[in-house]
């Protein structure tokens, strides 16, 4: 037990240990039944003597917070009331130089939309705010079953840090999935990240510095555009419109800003759910290499579709490494493992995984290898086309009671895939106004703006999941939004 | 099955999908058995005629690569022999970004030790140069039964997202075992992370931005020097000596550098195996405070104590808010479970937490609370007494095998605790030129040089690590390590 002491100090040094075990004690710090250290011990490991430490446990059994056992050693009691030490967050007296951290901090406003939910106080509330799929779906006792045979198999590798571009057989596997999506990608172009979040990370990393472009779809997934703003980055945004970014419009904004990176998500977009067209996919790649612009593309969900055709993804329309894909399986199938991937091809992936390195050394190798023995190119398939089922009846679901339970002057354009209804309101109404009242009423969505790069402009939107609850919940959880849309009008 | 087809091209279209499946079957990344998608799915997907994709399946059965199954469906055959397709790495024709990209790119020499050693050809290599303690002691199969009980306890709760700040009875158990270690922390003061790599980037990334100076010991753990290296940061070394950090010398230092950081190891230092005594830890605080630098205290094996007197952490002295403590429990239990934490007080721990997020959303709930439910501070304590008492020995092993088998002239200060002998070699001795006739001899290290700002200072100096091998190994590199040395000194 190594307590700070200070042996130059007016403080007796009984009294400097006896408060020390005091506060920890009064604190719950030192939990109820934890032994201490034998006084022989801990007088050998502050380099004090035995008498000094023996005094400390005598006043501290004195008064009722420890207790010896003969031959035993000494033990902390429970405590009556424990007055828990309050978080360590006074205001004034900080270090200055924590000041200007503050300054930098930037938290996203996407999480407080379920707090404002859950601190609304209705007994059974619906989160149509998430912005992954329905984890529930997921077969957890087969995936248990497997990793125990894993850890039966693997022994002590599983744990060990693994290859530093992720498990060899893994990355097999991603590139035969790869394949049957239409992207041939080798596995020594494929690094395993900590799902797709670090994937965007890592390449916006190697990629820019403070002060640099970004071009963004605009509206586009709000933890991209939090990143790059924590980064010092600056992002303009690319009007969209129902066949995804408006690539004619590309040009002239590569010419006047002189972007470092294009960040794009061509299938079932976040939020909008559009898809990028055929015509405007081959245009955009041309575009990036006349320019010599990196292509960030983030293909969070592209295989999860439900009716029209499949598009390639950019990345195997680009012969010539100029696109940087990333993708995950925690958006489909299980947000805790964790487990994203980039493919990227020329100098730029030696970057990457160096960069990888630096910032987490490695993904766990257990979740990986419990990944690669759970997902098959067949089984991958399987779940898929339940995962398709099950979401497509949610979203026609969902339509139906918008049709069903919204006001009119509400519109959309019905999604072909992905998660997520992107909403456009009456025009009296403002996302964030509305917000608080349909919390109260007992349903979430997250406001437009937090996909705008100015986080103003879009507040006549809002984004539904309908992927993340069972179809009641999806229609009671619309009917609960007409009424507070109902409510807002009436106070108009 | 998304295969990218272009409709304009003059190409058919039947042999545009013909060739996309036949590049991916000769190149394996359409594995054997896989199943195709049935006619009539692919050009639905595809919006093409069935017909067309017919004609590219019967092309690809009369070539032998696939196989009908009447009422089965169309299989891949295996191929003969496999023209694997190459990492694609053609060098000349990269998009121009990429040639920037590479400007940027450090690659840590200290990975390409153990690569040496495995491409001399011993027949069993013995490695010293391992960063990490021994995973082999840890009890694997007691952590497997923990990890089944876990996810049958909280089935998908343990596959979710979690608290943004790691799961609160780690977090719980994390306090209970630093204030058994003498820091008393909050649990809402500590922050889960992957690894103490992703604390010290994490901490890098929220105080400084390019162009910033970091003062670290000279030498120093030589991945955080890449890390400040590749985020564009300046270090700036102070001397060390058998006390540690040459605290008199730093406020001169402060005042010519003015740096924003000061990253220190106080105990069992990496490389050099030294504890800061505990007049110059007091000393240090009290410079941090005057001069407004926060601390960044990496205790990476602080209790791993085999004698002399427990020193308080940074953190127990600090009661300010000026040190940003972490640490692991990779290094010392398993390094593949990649999880660490920060301890950190007032408005910085936000930024670090919101920081957490942007890179890669949260670590791996599952592992967390596999870790909570294995990790108590009994038994935390008991493994932390039979791994001193096993690294002790190979400590005293390597040292008693340092005198008998190396040469005179060799010289080290026997380190009290950690995992790592800093051994300063013979005058007319280089690491870097004994690195590889040592690997020839069948054992490695890591050359001192490795561990200084400018990577070429410390050439006299190597670090050894002890705890990684059992003692017959220990001894048997030592020997080994002294007839390479012996072989050097006679080709001079």
Redesign the interface.
């Known amino acids: ?7 130059k100090s007016d403080i007796p040094l009984y009294h400097q240990i006896e408060s ?1 075990l005091r ?2 004690i009064l ?1 719950g ?3 109820p039944d ?2 201490l250290p034998a006084c022989r011990q801990l007088a ?4 004090v003597n035995r008498t000094t430490v023996e005094n400390a446990y005598a006043k501290l059994e004195a008064d009722g917070l420890v207790f010896s056992r003969m031959g035993s050693g000494t033990y902390v009691l429970p405590v009556n009331s424990i007055p828990a ?5 006074r205001s004034a ?7 200007s ?2 300054d ?5 406003k996407a ?1 407080m939309v379920d707090e404002i939910l859950h601190t609304a106080g209705h007994p059974n509330p619906i989160s149509f705010a998430s912005g ?1 799929s329905d ?2 779906q ?1 077969p ?1 006792e087969e ?2 079953k497997v ?2 045979a894993v ?2 198999r693997d ?2 590798s ?5 290859e ?1 571009n992720g498990y060899a057989p893994l990355r097999e596997g991603i ?2 999935i ?9 596995p ?2 494929i690094l395993i ?3 797709s ?2 994937a965007i ?1 890592l390449a916006s990393q ?2 820019l ?2 002060g640099d472009i970004v071009l963004v779809e605009e509206p586009t997934y709000s ?1 991209a555009l ?2 790059f703003r ?1 980064l ?1 980055f600056h992002t303009v945004g690319i009007p969209m419109d129902s066949q995804g970014m408006q690539v004619e419009n590309l040009e002239k904004l590569l010419q006047q800003h002189h972007p ?1 990176l294009i960040y794009t998500i061509p299938n079932f977009h976040n939020p909008t759910g559009t898809c990028l067209s ?1 015509a405007r996919r ?1 245009e955009l790649i041309v575009l990036a ?1 006349r320019y ?3 292509i960030l593309e983030d293909d969070f969900v ?2 999860l579709r439900y009716e029209g ?5 950019l990345k ?2 680009d012969p ?3 696109v940087i894909y990333v993708s995950t399986f925690s958006k489909m199938l ?5 487990v994203g991937f980039i493919v990227a ?4 992936f ?2 990457l995984l ?2 990888k ?11 990986q290898r419990a990944l690669d023995a759970y997902v098959s ?2 089984r991958y398939q399987a779940y898929l086309r339940r995962s398709s089922q099950t979401f497509r009846k949610r979203r026609d679901t969902m339509l139906k009671a918008i049709d069903h339970y919204l006001p009119s002057g509400i519109s959309f354009d019905p999604p072909k895939g992905g998660l997520f209804v992107w909403l456009r309101l009456p025009k009296s109404l403002s996302a964030s106004e509305l917000l608080p009242v349909a919390c109260k009423e007992g349903v979430s969505f997250v406001p437009g703006n937090y996909f705008f790069t100015d986080g103003i402009s879009g507040k006549e939107w809002i984004r539904l999941n309908f992927a993340a609850q069972p179809e009641e919940a999806v229609t009671e959880g619309i009917k609960r939004l007409g009424r507070a849309m109902r409510k807002m009008s009436t106070h108009k």
Request: hydrophobic share 40%; aromatic share 6%; net charge positive.
């Open positions: 037990m190594r307590i700070p002491i200070n042996k020390y506060q920890g604190s710090s030192l939990p934890m032994r050998q490991d502050l380099g030490i309050t978080k360590n967050n007296s900080w270090p200055l130089w924590q000041a951290v503050q930098r901090n930037i938290v996203s999480d992954i984890a529930r997921f957890i995936f248990r990793l125990q850890m039966r022994q002590i599983a744990l060990e840090y693994g530093r590139a035969h790869l394949a049957s999506q239409g992207l041939q990608a080798h020594e172009n990240t900590a799902g979040q670090q990370f190697v990629l510095k403070p933890v939090d990143l924590a010092g470092r055929s081959r290499e010599n612009i990196p592209g295989d055709h499949a598009q390639p993804s195997a329309l010539g490494g100029q299980m947000p805790g493992l964790r091809d020329g100098p730029v030696d970057s160096n960069f390195r630096l910032s987490d050394l490695a993904t766990s190798t257990l979740i190119v067949g």
